[in-house]
């Protein structure tokens, strides 16, 4: 019998515009592996760059092993949280942080845990399996009240409220189990005038839930400041968001390192030292092109920001 050849499901998004803001030799770190898209691309473009690649999902992992092992001792795996890898982290300092926060087509296709109201699944929704409260646990516990915030909030659904109340209405008949009762819930929440519009109901609640439930936007809150203080003087910080609050945390961060001066309009004098820590290399974000987008649909709402780190701290400046 033949091998089996593995199978790449996952487009990277933005290719080239991601190898031209993050072009580095030495140690780059791809915080979100997935499949290893962009990983392959840095070591096929620089020879002179070595991957440390970090993925919280030990099943997508492997894909991303079994993809990348031609490149031998170029590559290191890490499995776990981007956050909590860069709050902890020792050793040589990244040229290139790369940070794709978009969610692997696997994870819709293969993962089995859900993400997808195509797919009678269990309704788990965890990257890591191993660890926290799973989507069903949130829907068949949460109260009717932080079902709707986290809905509206993570998921910026108009029908937050009602979804919500029906969800509690269900739960109460029978345990929520799986992806497709989910989507049958919401699909009944929602009025049919609004059943057939350009995204299918349950879309955004099915967001909000894994945002929630991964802790999503914390880690990212988190992550930002953990890995731009591990990054190597002129060393490059790259992320790619898919959601407005992913952006907007981004975009805040980014300007705010960039500043020349941060102190506030109560400070006659400035006492920062005036010294930007970071360049903006994309004072607007890169998007994808018409035929990137066509090509894979899902890098439509991507948006590309950089910066360049100038020096450590302004108290060290």
């Avoid at 290139?96 to 296709?109: A, M, P, Q, R, W």
Wanted: aromatic share 6%; glycine share 8%; hydrophobic share 40%.
């Amino acid at each position: 019998m033949g091998e089996t050849v593995m199978e790449i499901r996952h487009r990277p998004v933005m290719p080239e515009e991601v190898m031209t803001l993050a072009a580095a030799d030495g140690l780059v770190v791809d915080g979100t592996t997935g499949e290893g898209g962009h990983s392959e691309l840095f070591l096929e473009r620089f020879p002179g760059c070595r991957l440390m690649c970090l993925d919280a999902d030990a099943e997508i992992q492997k894909k991303a092993k079994e993809r990348l092992a031609v490149w031998g001792d170029r590559v290191r795996f890490v499995r776990g949280w981007f956050d909590e890898v860069f709050a902890d982290w020792q050793g040589e300092r990244p040229r290139v942080v790369l940070l794709d926060l978009g969610i692997s087509v696997y994870h819709f296709e293969e993962s089995g845990r859900g993400f997808s109201f195509r797919g009678d699944e269990p309704l788990d929704m965890r990257l890591d399996g191993s660890a926290g409260e799973s989507a069903a646990e949130a829907v068949n516990s949460w109260s009717e009240a932080e079902l709707a915030r986290v809905i509206w909030t993570y998921g910026e659904e108009p029908l937050s409220r009602r979804i919500a109340r029906r969800l509690v209405e269900a739960r109460q008949v029978e345990r929520i189990e799986t992806a497709k009762q989910l989507a049958d819930r919401i699909w009944e929440a929602v009025p049919p005038a609004k059943r057939h519009g350009r995204i299918h109901p349950a879309t955004k609640t099915f967001q909000a839930l894994r945002i929630a439930v991964n802790g999503e936007l914390d880690r990212l809150e988190r992550v930002l400041g953990a890995a731009f203080r591990v990054l190597e003087p002129g060393g490059r910080f790259c992320v790619i968001t898919f959601h407005s609050l992913e952006d907007r945390a981004v975009k805040t961060f980014f300007r705010e390192v960039s500043k020349a001066c941060i102190c506030g309009p109560e400070i006659a004098r400035c006492q920062c030292g005036g010294k930007p820590l970071a360049q903006d290399l994309t004072r607007h974000p890169v998007v994808p092109g018409d035929e990137e987008v066509e090509l894979n649909p899902p890098s439509r709402s991507a948006k590309l920001r950089a910066i360049r780190k100038l020096r450590e701290t302004r108290r060290d400046a």
